[in-house]
């Protein structure tokens, strides 16, 4: 029974953790923000002079460019002792090294690139219109937006597999998919009533702290040359 209950608690965590991170996707898409983090490698970035410590010599540079308000790429981010890349040296910055005084574990991260890929595939293009959306990424999560919401109207669809996470927002034509478990490499069935003659999306994911905008390739065009041009 306690092994149970375990198991029946570490799943719900894992929902949540999926929850929230999908609810910063939700946040940084529909407010189109740049969300920044701090950096993970050479300990949270406060091994500024990249020797594998946090020492004295970082706290140098802290207190040398304290309060300064005119950090940017072009003077590295005042000689790197602007942690957060705010644009100022300051207490947050100060937080960051010295809650990693005298680690000398310090070293680069390696981060694997983001792929993300959304091909569509018109499958009927009558009255109504069914499509295919193939996704193919290495991320866990994942928000797509499909058709012009002012003449287009989504009323129906599914996925080729589960995922903890699949919301849809109607009125937006917008999907969020998330996955703690896996990435999403899913099919994504959708019937579509429409008065256009074409259809164009977007995908949206984060890489690196910042928010990725690409547009949904394959076909467009409803009962044009364009249809199974691009074979998924």
């Known amino acids: 029974m306690k092994t149970k209950n375990t198991n029946s ?15 910063v996707l939700i946040f940084m898409y529909f407010n189109k923000q740049r969300v920044l983090f701090s950096p993970s490698d050479y300990c949270q970035g406060a091994d500024i002079t990249k020797d594998g410590k946090v020492d004295i010599n970082d706290q140098s540079l802290v ?10 790429t072009a003077n590295n981010y005042c000689d790197g002792s602007d942690i957060t ?12 090294l010295a809650a990693n005084w005298q680690r000398t574990d310090c070293a680069s991260v390696s981060v694997t690139p983001a792929f993300v890929e959304v091909k569509r595939k ?3 293009s009558g009255v109504q219109k069914q499509i295919k959306l193939s996704i193919s ?3 866990k999560v994942l928000a797509i937006k499909e058709g012009d919401i002012k003449n287009s109207k989504i009323f129906s669809y ?4 589960p995922l903890e996470v699949l919301e849809f927002k109607e009125s937006e034509n917008t999907w969020l998919l998330a996955d703690s478990a896996n990435t999403i490499n899913v099919i994504l069935y959708y019937n579509l009533s429409t008065s256009s003659t074409s259809l164009s999306g977007k995908y949206y994911y984060v890489d690196s702290g910042s928010m990725v905008e690409k547009d949904i390739t394959g076909d467009s065009a409803f009962g044009g040359a364009s249809i199974g041009r ?3």
Not at 18 to 23: K, M, Q, R
């Open 122 to 124: 018109i499958i009927s």
């Open 230 to 232: 691009n074979k998924l």
């Open 9 to 23: 608690r570490t799943k719900i965590l894992i929902a949540i953790i999926v929850i929230i991170i999908a609810a």
């Open 85 to 96: 890349k705010d644009g100022k040296v300051n207490i947050d910055d100060q937080s960051i």
């Open 158 to 161: 599914s996925l080729s597999e």
């Open 63 to 72: 207190a040398a460019n304290w309060q300064k308000t005119d950090c940017t």
């Open 137 to 139: 990424s290495n991320q």
